[in-house]
């Protein structure tokens, strides 16, 4: 089956710098690549997707970039804000989907 | 409604109780996933539904746990003999026909 795995597992960084975390996926087939940001004691949100058939794609300060012959995609978040704080998951999916770990990010002020 | 809602909030149980946590998901929503997550990990994939139909149920950890949607709406998901190691968040989430996913607040089980 999919096999997620997510990097780091924390990231602190500076308001205004840029923060980068990275997945890999193992299933060639999957096809669907979601990011989702969960807050403390609250629901993951959908915050953006790509799918495989897309290199890149780009939200105000999110983007998201898919390799697919190295079987990798990072999420960029620019210009962070303290409300950036939270766990990010990544995810891919076939039909089922799995997620990675998660990515704590502390944005100082 | 407009989004996902799930039954019990909380749930405390003792050990050896069976539990049925249920997801009422949005209106015409196709397929509907059952996650379990512990805190600090990401959502741990168990089943999913498209219509009343079980498509995929290899991640249900043991037989002790079973899921139905016998209408293609509504569905529960079910732990019989509960064990101290089934405490956890239960999260249902729904999907559009695009492939995204809309999760529910979660059903927080705790066996004592």
Redesign the interface.
């Given at each position: 089956?999919e096999n997620v795995e997510?990097h780091p597992s924390t990231l602190s960084v500076q308001e205004g710098d840029s923060a980068v975390i990275k997945c890999t996926y193992s299933d060639s087939a999957s096809n669907?690549f979601?990011w989702?940001k969960q807050e403390l004691g609250k629901?993951?949100?959908?915050i953006i997707?790509i799918?495989s058939n897309v290199g890149e794609k780009k939200d105000q300060r999110i983007a998201v970039t898919l390799n697919k012959t190295a079987k990798h995609f990072s999420l960029h978040i620019t210009e962070t804000q303290p409300e950036d704080s939270a766990v990010y998951?990544c995810?891919a999916?076939r039909?089922?989907?799995?997620?990675?770990?998660?990515t704590r990010l502390t944005v100082k002020p | 409604g407009a989004g996902v809602s799930q039954s019990p909030r909380y749930k405390v149980t003792k050990r050896g109780q069976d539990v049925a946590l249920r997801c009422d998901p949005i209106s015409g929503h196709v397929s509907l996933y059952w996650y379990r997550q512990a805190l600090g990990q990401g959502p741990e994939f168990l089943t999913y539904f498209n219509y009343e139909a079980q498509q995929d149920k290899s991640g249900l950890p043991n037989d002790r746990f079973s899921a139905e949607r016998p209408e293609g709406s509504i569905s529960t998901l079910t732990i019989q003999r509960t064990e101290q190691r089934d405490s956890a968040m239960y999260r249902c989430a729904c999907g559009g026909v695009s492939g995204e996913q809309f999760f529910g607040p979660g059903t927080r089980l705790t066996v004592l």
């Open positions: 089956g997510q669907y979601p989702y629901r993951p949100q959908l997707d799918r998951f995810a999916s039909s089922d989907m799995r997620f990675g770990a998660g | -």
